[in-house]
């Protein structure tokens, strides 16, 4: 999927209710899980991340 020119992957694992999530800004892999049960739930979480770090990145001064 992509968000924003991001490409992530939100995928279940075995337990349910529980969501993996990927993705990849610069050199950077960011990757965590996140608990619903709900798919569009989870994949507007991974969302709001790449929303999050983007705004950080924005931030920081370029070296």
Known sequence: M???GVEYTVAMTATPGVWKWQFQLG???K???TETRIALLAIRRVQLR???ELKKAARE???
Do not use: L, Q, V
Request: glycine residues 6%; hydrophobic residues 20%; aromatic residues 0%.
């Open 27 to 29: 050199d950077e892999i």
């Open 31 to 33: 990757s965590g899980r």
């Open 2 to 4: 992509n968000h924003r």
């Open 50 to 52: 790449i929303d999050r």
């Open 61 to 63: 001064p370029a070296t």
